[in-house]
């Protein structure tokens, strides 16, 4: 049964940068779409991003953009996300989710789906 | 960019009430809207996708409706483990965006 794992909870200085692993465990990896949400204390879910592996497209939420950096690692089934300059309104969990790809095409992929399986979450602080 | 709205914000019923959490796209999103329920210190879980489809494993009494732009959570008979905040989310073309959240307890 397929799990996704997170990594451990991180404490950073403000300015600094922090990179969040998703690893999957048993099941096939490069089927799927990889999104990073997260959220902060007392507060609702925020999308950051998704990666599709095999086809390493990765689409940003605007908030995010510049400072979100998604990747994946089809040889590990081991998404990250790096987050740049980091505020302390980045206090957070953030977690990674499982959806499906919908369609591709000449190299190309989308994602169109529901989040159907999380990662536990990491917490993240940024503080001085 | 697309606005989820979901209403009310908050609501307390009773054990066995049924129970009707709403959420309004900004626009048209046909059915690809999902929503989950989230308890307290837990991760998000999958209640619903396609608007209507129940997500494998969760209970019957829970069920979705809608399409385009206004959608409905229903729980038929509510029970005390359904305490938890209830997101709504759109999943089509463009960001990926949730509702603000509904918080559910128990009278």
């Known amino acids: 049964q397929v799990q996704l794992v997170q990594s451990g909870a991180e404490v950073r200085r403000p300015g600094s940068s922090v990179m969040v692993s998703c690893k999957a465990s048993?099941?096939?990896?490069?089927?799927?779409?990889i999104n990073w949400v997260r959220q902060a204390p007392g507060r609702g879910l925020e999308w950051m991003g998704t990666?599709?592996?095999?086809?390493?497209?990765?689409d940003y939420a605007q908030k995010s953009q510049g400072r979100v950096t998604i990747t994946a690692d089809e040889a590990t089934s081991t998404a990250y996300m790096r987050l740049s300059s980091l505020r302390s309104d980045d206090t957070a969990v953030y977690y990674c989710?499982?959806?499906?790809?919908?369609?591709?095409?000449?190299?190309?992929?989308?994602?169109?789906?529901?989040?159907?399986?999380w990662g536990q979450g990491t917490m993240v602080t940024v503080s001085s | 960019d697309l606005q989820m709205t979901q209403s009310p914000s908050s609501l307390s019923a009773s054990v066995g009430d049924r129970v009707t959490i709403t959420c309004r796209a900004s626009?048209?999103?046909?059915?690809?809207l999902a929503w989950y329920q989230q308890k307290p210190g837990k991760v998000p879980r999958l209640l619903i996708y396609a608007a209507s489809t129940l997500q494998s494993g969760v209970p019957s009494r829970f069920s979705g409706s809608g399409s385009g732009t206004d959608f409905t959570l229903t729980i038929s008979s509510l029970q005390p483990e359904d305490v938890a905040t209830y997101y709504c989310?759109?999943?089509?073309?463009?960001?990926?965006?949730f509702g603000q959240g509904t918080r559910l307890d128990i009278k």
């Open positions: 048993g099941g096939t990896f490069n089927i799927y779409a």
């Open positions: 989710a499982r959806g499906f790809i919908s369609e591709c095409r000449s190299g190309s992929c989308k994602t169109a789906s529901a989040f159907d399986l």
């Open positions: 990666i599709i592996p095999i086809s390493g497209t990765a």
């Open positions: 626009q048209g999103i046909n059915t690809f």
């Open positions: 989310q759109k999943y089509n073309s463009g960001p990926i965006t």
